[in-house]
């Protein structure tokens, strides 16, 4: 009786390696479906955007590109990610630091505050600027009073989207920080080192191509924010429009070529994006792979 | 530059990680702090160091109050367990950081700072690795690494923090006689952490052994090896064979044996504690009229350079005895042999006292 129960025993365990790996059949489907919802998806729109963009070929591409209206939205939409992006970076990594590095009451909040953003709906955002300094609001009557536009002008549209994108660098940092733990910043002090040297001797260079991850999606957030933005801006042409406002616009007034050709420049924003991305990952597998090497080679 | 600790309290919540320690570093000396995990070693070193701030207590160095001195203004070098080494910078860079952050009047010019870090590199044996970074050494050579940095700043104490803990069996026995040699060399006062029993009878000048927050003995290796202050540092420093026994008027009895205990300085009789090295347990095959226990071999284990033989009375208790290699050849011990087992030394603790015989 052992003997058979131990029989069947290894037999379930010689049959496991098939057990676990799908037939060719399954992994076939499994692939075309993924492949086609992708081409579904992202291929055939960001094709269709370009296609839509150029139906009037070159020319009115250019053209729609060179309007006033056009040449200020990206002006403002360049201006804002220029404000927000910096000082998210700031902010990010100081956030990050306080959490990773230090023990200190209210921490759990902290991390909490920082994913509001990401939790609520981008038009709350937006409403929650409005409320705070909207004429109706609880700042807007001093505001008003000391003649200082922020709602429905271009430091409402920053700060909202500074709003939306400062969980970005923040959440791409605590995870790699508290990896790498605080050895390194308490060998650095008792080597004598200042905070600021400890910082951009030896926390900076180990968080470089993570901080500059945070920064490509927080700037790609920043240029594309629509709704937020939208509730914060008023639409005023020429004054309050980014390009993802200024696109809707011209859909709206059915000038599809012109909607489409500026939605081609956010959609080649995303693309520079996504190879800058796969750039910096591409960056900090090639370190992880040379570590390992080194670590195999001295096992051997 | 001597160490003092005084009256160290210190916390983490609930656990007491520290409980009123108090101990001295003489200028020059290497002192192990010794202890299973937990006991407190490594947060008694980091508070020394300044990483760490005590709830109560002082430390002086030199006799001067340093408790509230600012971490880099200790002038410690500090060897962390993991090493910490800057994994973005050269073995050169690391070891160069220390003179690279002083303030400019103080800092050496590059043609000194280079010297000084061939010399620190030279001296832990690492010059042909100057250009490589910490992920492509060995854990033996970034052990080195953190050493030759913690030196660049002729610190006045060094301060290791398991120095060996992460290495393999036969380096950790290289690195630590090596250190011995170094620390005869440079003379700097040092203290390190160690839960290796060997590594800090072997190495070091005085042994601070610490369970639960406290000291239980302070004192040479021989001090300690031989002369335990407690049933915790007995048990902690080798292995032992323990009885229950019995003091009254002048014996000592356990197991079936009654040994004369003129030390019984106290005179009171009551329950006792007598503990046993292996290698004070001699063992024959043919009484000769001492006071002897009677026992049955259950295992043998002759790989190694003593043999360990292990017994069971004929009271049922068991227990171990290592004898040597030739004293065994000669003995012609079978399993089940019949011995007579006689304690050649015995530490007794009555009370809370301690004699010993």
Known sequence: MAGSIALRHTAELTAQPRATTESGIVRWLLISVALAFLVIFLFVPLVAVFAQGLQKGVTAYFDALRQPDALAAIRLTLLTAAIAVPLNLIFGVAAAWAITKFEFVGKSLLITLIDIPFAVSPVISGLIFVLLFGLQGWLGPWLDSHDIKIIFAVPGIILATIFITFPFVARELIPLMQAQGTEEEQAALVLGASGWQTFFRVTLPNIKWGLLYGVILCNARAMGEFGAVSVVSGHIRGQTNTMPLYVEILYNEYSFAAAFAVASLLALLALVTLAAKSIVEWKTQQQLLTDERVAVKESL | ?357
């Not at chain 2, 087992?341 to 301690?354: D, E, L, M, Y």
Request: glycine share 8%; net charge neutral; charged share 25%.
């Open chain 2, 1 to 357: 530059m001597s160490i003092e600790v005084q009256n160290i309290t210190k916390t983490f919540g609930h656990f007491t990680a520290l409980q009123n320690v108090n101990f001295q570093v003489p200028t020059g000396e290497l002192v192990a702090l010794l202890g299973p995990s937990g006991s407190g070693k490594t947060t008694l070193l980091r508070i020394i160091a300044g990483l760490e701030g005590a709830d109560q207590g002082r430390v002086l160095f030199h006799g001067e109050d340093a408790t509230n001195r600012n971490v880099g203004e200790r002038h410690v070098g500090f060897v962390f367990q993991h090493y910490a080494l800057f994994r973005h910078m050269t073995v050169f860079e690391n070891v160069a950081f220390g003179l690279r952050v002083r303030p400019r009047r103080s800092r050496p010019p590059e043609s000194e700072l280079r010297k000084t870090v061939h010399d620190l590199l030279s001296l832990v044996q690492l010059e042909q690795l100057a250009d490589r970074y910490p992920s492509q050494l060995s854990g033996g050579q970034r052990q080195r690494v953190a050493l030759a940095r913690a030196l660049a700043v002729r610190p006045q104490v060094l301060l290791l923090d398991e120095p060996f803990g992460a290495l393999d069996a036969k380096v950790r026995k290289e690195l630590r006689a090596w250190l011995r040699r170094l620390h005869d060399e440079l003379h700097v006062t040092s203290v390190f952490v160690t839960h290796d029993q060997d590594e800090a009878l072997e190495v070091a000048d005085c042994v601070v052994i610490m369970h639960q927050g406290r000291i239980e003995q302070v004192g040479t290796p021989n001090d300690v090896f031989h002369h335990p202050a407690t049933e915790f540092v007995m048990h902690f420093l080798g292995d032992v064979n323990a009885f229950h026994g019995r003091v009254d008027a002048g014996i000592v009895q356990f197991g079936s044996l009654e040994l004369p205990f003129p030390e019984d300085r106290q005179q009171i009789a009551g329950d006792a504690r007598v503990f046993i090295r292996p290698h004070d347990v001699t063992i024959d095959t043919k009484t000769n009229g001492l006071p002897a226990m009677e026992a049955k071999v259950v295992r043998v284990h002759s790989a190694g350079p003593l043999v360990r033989v292990d017994l069971l009375t004929s009271a049922n208790q068991r227990l171990t005895s290592e004898i040597s290699q030739e004293r065994f050849a000669t003995m012609n011990l079978q399993m089940e042999s019949r011995v007579y087992v006689r304690p050649r030394h015995i530490r007794v603790f009555a009370g809370n006292g301690i004699e010993s015989l």
